[in-house]
Nanobody, 123 residues
């Protein structure tokens, strides 16, 4: 059973940066694709970024492309989301998720989820 714990959220001004981390435990990290999703108040959870098990393939939502970077350190069982040039519309709870197999962008494709970390971007 994979367990995920996010950290690194907080309050930042527009144009600022944050780095989110997601630590995995409870099982092998091997073979798992990882994704970041977010959910703003009153909205559905949406895809942000995903990375393949070996880190060779990454995928991004159009709204964050060029500003966010997903990466992973398999030796530390940790995945990161580097967020630059943050905008107020990036404000949301950010969730880390895992699935065994290829990286995808669908919320329903992921079996394991963290509790989320709040990111608030002020204008």
């Amino acid at each position: 059973q994979v367990q995920l714990v996010e950290s690194g959220g907080g309050l930042v001004q527009a144009g600022g940066s944050l780095r989110l981390s997601c630590a995995a435990s409870g099982g092998t990290f091997s073979g798992y694709a990882m994704g970041w999703f977010r959910q703003a108040p009153g909205k559905e959870r949406e895809f942000v970024a995903a990375v393949s098990w070996r880190g060779g393939s990454t995928y991004y939502a159009e709204s964050v492309k060029g500003r966010f970077t997903i990466s992973r350190d398999n030796a530390k069982n940790t995945v990161y989301l580097h967020m630059n040039s943050l905008k107020p519309e990036d404000t949301a709870v950010y969730y880390c998720a895992a699935r065994f197999g290829i990286a995808t962008i669908g919320v329903r494709d992921y079996n394991y989820w963290g509790q989320g970390t709040q990111v608030t971007v002020s204008s």
